[in-house]
């Protein structure tokens, strides 16, 4: 694990010689940076890699987190915090009184419904389609 977080460190610092790099931190860690403010880096430099998501896919359970990698055709239902990766379509819904968290990356596509109360902010790359339906009181920030 320590030498896959090391190389994940080393693209996202993009620096030549990463010896410097400890890799302590752990999976959970690297998925709250990606949920915090880190989103936008994330979208504006295609990072990780998909190659990299891929390879943290293959070692990790990243469903547990609200990770899906090239997970194909899947429903969500009142997920806080989800991150869509590669070839994933999902068809999300959010509605509980509650703040959620979408984002989309490398290719990945969602059709979200926010209604009840739901708040529902999503950010995604350029490369994503996100389609977007508001019910009742549901909204998008």
Known sequence: MKNLIKKLLCEYHS????????????????????FSDG?????????PSIGL????NEKFD???????VDAGAI???NGKKIALV????????????????????????A?????????VCIRHGEDCSVSKTKKDRGKFL
């Open 86 to 109: 590669g070839d994933t379509q999902a068809n999300v819904r959010c509605d509980e009184i509650e703040v959620y968290r979408i984002i989309a990356l490398h290719g990945a596509t």
């Open 39 to 47: 989103f936008g880096y994330c979208i504006e430099r295609h990072f």
């Open 15 to 34: 620096a030549p010689n990463c010896d410097g790099i400890q890799g302590s931190e752990t999976v959970k860690e690297l998925i709250d940076f990606l």
């Open 53 to 56: 998501w891929r390879e943290f």
């Open 111 to 119: 059709d979200v419904t926010a209604e009840g109360s739901a708040m």
């Open 62 to 68: 990243l469903r547990q987190y609200g990770v899906y």
């Open 75 to 77: 429903s969500l239902h």
